[in-house]
């Protein structure tokens, strides 16, 4: 039986998603993680700093000349670079550990990117005073930490008496001086799910955003596919993100990337994250007559199976529960009469009630998760939006 080392931060939501594949493809499943999972046996845990690649990577590696490991997956962010260091070390397809770096720092992503000439917002890396660097990309611009993801830190500036108390904000949720400031590129936004193989990039999913993100923060919710952008601009989409996965040196494994559509048909590159697409929003994806999981897709990739499954037909979606408030969860009403909206195939509540929330650019959990499909897009977000309408959410 084939094993999959599975790096999974405390805080995933995804750890079941990945079990359950697993198990439908006879696959032996070790963790690797900062605490104990409940579902997993202490024999199949190994405990890691996720702080501390080189040695989280390190333990794996001693875990693996000891018992063989077929491939690793990294979950989420906090993973890939682990991963990468970890899967050189085993000789493992691996992303190399500069490249899935690349992926943590949005400057020096941006910095590659720019050297490959990737369509992307003009840019600037701001450590002391950023007057200067919003002089060089001009008003309005959006300012952001390094390093997180989510929309964490992420604001609009529209004029100079915004810029010092924006940034001082956002070093303070990013815990780092060094901000980066990029121009702010107006039009539709899209998400890129896929595969890539050797460097080459296949496209499982184009998701629209049908939400307007025009600031000042940037809180995502509505997922759609089958994207309804013309064809010839999704075939863009998908040559200027393979330009930016070549830039970047991802090799192996799962992307998730994210685009502006700037002037109704120019994709411009906002990022590209080495791991499949957040929170549980890969339930929305189902392949080939059996309704594939995404997370079976992402294990037969580390073993090294390839096999070409369509999405599944008709369209699906999610919706990441926006936070309306912040405080402390006390409860969420009126999920029952929402299951009974047609096209709504469920509603996933991830946040405990007791929990505290904050709202973004804070914001470091989703509150929960609608999910619908349907035989069209319009109809799939219009599910999405009447469910989400009859929710009442009680937050302290």
Known sequence: MP???????????RATDFFAAAEALGVEVTVAAEEPLPLIEPERFIAIDCER???????????????????????????????????????????SPASAAATRDKALMRQLLAAAEVDQPGFAVVDGDPAAAAAKIGFPLVTKPRSLSASRGVIKVDSPAELEPTIARVREIGGDRTVLVEEFIGGPEVAVEGLVWAGELEVLAIFDKPDPLEGPFFEETIFVTPSRLPTQVQ??????????????GLTEGPIHAELRIAGGDRPRLIEVAARSIGGICGRSLNFGLLDTPLEALILRHALGRRTSLPRKTGASGVMMIPTPANGILKGVNGIDAALQVPGVRSIEITTPVGARLRRVPEL???????FAAGPDPSL????????HAGLAIDIT
């Open 364 to 370: 470091d959990r989703y509150l929960g998760f609608i």
């Open 3 to 13: 094993r999959v080392l599975l790096i999974i931060p405390t805080t995933s939501y």
């Open 380 to 387: 799939v977000e219009a599910s999405l939006r009447q469910a």
């Open 235 to 248: 075939q863009e989409v998908a040559r200027v993100t393979q330009s930016a996965i070549s830039a970047l």
């Open 53 to 95: 690649p080189d040695e989280a990577a390190q333990a794996i590696v001693d875990l693996g000349t000891a018992t063989p490991i077929d491939a690793i997956v990294p979950v989420d962010d906090a993973g890939v670079v682990i991963a990468a260091l970890a899967g050189q070390k085993l000789g493992l397809p691996h992303n």
